[in-house]
């Protein structure tokens, strides 16, 4: 099993920034990879990024040149860095991670307990 530990998420004003961090631990081989979604009240979860063991990363056109995603490999931990904070990105934000548990073994996604960021004045 693994767990994921996510912290970071708070209020903040328009423009103003926070910084999300998961933490993965347990039985993992390796994170293929490693992501932040969100769920809006009323709406869908979505994608907002996501980054590859290689480094690849993906980013919602919404928050494209706002959001930063990081990973440090060794400590199984992702970092999203969020500037330029707008009300329309209130929703809570969670840790998805895609693990092999053995050289083998097959991914497995697991989702974080989600924390709440909310933009507002």
Known sequence: QV?????GGGLVQPGGSLRLSCAASGKIFSIPVMG???QAPGKQRE?????TAAGSTTYADSVKGRF??????AKNTMILQ??????EDTAVY?????????LLGGPVDY???????TVSS
């Open 3 to 7: 767990q994921l530990v996510e912290s």
């Open 36 to 38: 932040w979604y969100r």
């Open 47 to 51: 994608l907002v990024a996501t980054q």
């Open 68 to 73: 930063t995603i990081s990973r440090d490999i």
């Open 82 to 87: 969020m500037n330029s904070l707008k009300p």
């Open 94 to 102: 969670y840790c998805n991670t895609r693990v092999r548990a053995t």
């Open 111 to 117: 989702w974080g307990q989600g924390t709440q960021v």
